[in-house]
């Protein structure tokens, strides 16, 4: 009677990977490989953010005023992502000591302020290159990235392509 699965949400490199298996339409005598190594990359993702997650309560939830505070956090981090505060200044401004945030902050949103605001950060790119149409310049200055070419990095480490081949991919599809 024990349960055997879990319910999860994807996160957006999940997606990536399931997009780039339904969209695979080239026959060639690598297709079942391509196919098996893209499964075994999803599946590596979901066990990786499930090892994550605790199983125990989490002391922050308990808090009501530290919860508070570590939301407030997150929606400074959401509304300042241009040009966020440092972490000093973050956990002033809601007045938390520095571990107190971080530590929070992990427990609660599963992935430290850097990386929540990188991975936020790249969604915005995303969204301001497909659905407002920007260039590559435009949105690594409304992202606060002191170059172009910066951005550009940023974005290939995360999605794996540049965002001038995720545009062309993303129209051809």
């Given amino acids: 009677n024990k349960k055997y699965y879990k319910e999860?949400?994807?996160?957006?490199?999940?997606l990536l990977v399931l997009?780039?298996?339904?969209?695979?339409?080239?026959d060639s005598s690598t297709k079942e490989l391509y196919l098996k190594?893209?499964?075994?990359?999803?599946?590596?993702?979901?066990?990786?953010?499930?090892s994550s997650q605790p199983n125990t309560t989490c002391?922050?939830?308990?808090?009501?005023?530290?919860?508070?505070?570590?939301?407030?956090?997150?929606?400074?981090i959401i509304n300042e992502y241009s040009s966020p505060p440092t972490l000093l200044e973050l956990s002033s401004r809601v007045d938390l000591s520095l571990r107190?945030?971080?530590?929070?902050?992990?427990?609660i949103y599963g992935k430290p302020v850097f990386q929540f605001l990188l991975e936020y950060k790249m969604a915005m790119a995303k969204r301001f290159l497909i659905e407002e149409d920007y260039n590559i310049n435009e949105v690594s200055i409304k992202l606060g990235y002191s170059t172009?070419?910066?951005f550009i990095s940023s974005f290939k480490k995360r999605y794996g392509v540049t965002p001038k081949v995720y545009v062309k991919n993303f129209y051809k599809n």
Avoid: C, W
């Fill in 8 to 14: 999860h949400a994807m996160d957006d490199t999940m």
């Fill in 19 to 26: 997009n780039q298996i339904i969209k695979y339409n080239v």
């Fill in 37 to 50: 190594g893209k499964v075994y990359q999803l599946f590596s993702l979901l066990f990786d953010s499930n």
């Fill in 59 to 76: 002391p922050y939830m308990m808090n009501d005023n530290n919860l508070k505070k570590i939301n407030l956090a997150k929606e400074i």
């Fill in 100 to 107: 107190r945030l971080k530590e929070g902050f992990k427990e």
């Fill in 148 to 150: 172009a070419s910066h």
